[in-house]
């Protein structure tokens, strides 16, 4: 077994800089801009398996956030390039959790969270199981 439960789970990066219309009047990232990183994350780890939230969508896949959390270690400011790690946590089942690492082109840490969204259906707004395709494309 391994050390790291995480170590054969989907990690994806991304990059973007932060943008004038992001910070507070002391040029800092905005607290409530993180929850935008963490979705800009999510978005690409999906698009790296070649699905997207549109492509779910059209299929009667919606993926609501029921859960977010967010630690502050450093604060990140305008003009930084930031480097968004987002880490499957487990299998997907009826929820997807990820975890995410924020740092800047320096390697500071600015920021940890997770999220869990749930699979649901468009059409019945109810729960529904992780599509298959998305399991097969990780290998599950």
């Not at 492509?55 to 400011?77: D, Q, W, Y």
């Not at 990820?98 to 920021?111: A, G, H, M, Q």
Request: net charge positive; charged share 25%.
């Amino acid at each position: 077994m391994s050390k790291n439960k995480f170590e054969n789970l989907k990690k994806s990066s991304s990059i973007t800089r932060v943008r004038y219309s992001e910070t507070d009047q002391m040029g800092v990232v905005y607290h409530g801009n993180y929850a935008q990183y963490f979705e800009l994350g999510r978005t690409e780890w999906l698009r790296e398996l070649g699905i997207t939230y549109k492509s779910m969508e059209k299929k009667g896949i919606i993926l609501p956030v029921i859960s977010l959390n967010c630690t502050f270690i450093k604060s990140a400011l305008y003009d930084d390039l930031l480097k968004i790690t987002t880490t499957l946590v487990k299998k997907p089942m009826v929820k997807i959790e990820f975890s995410y690492e924020i740092r800047n082109e320096n390697e500071d840490l600015i920021c940890t969270g997770t999220s869990i969204l749930a699979f649901m259906s468009s059409k019945t707004g109810k729960p529904i199981k992780c599509p298959q395709d998305l399991l097969e494309k990780l290998s599950f």
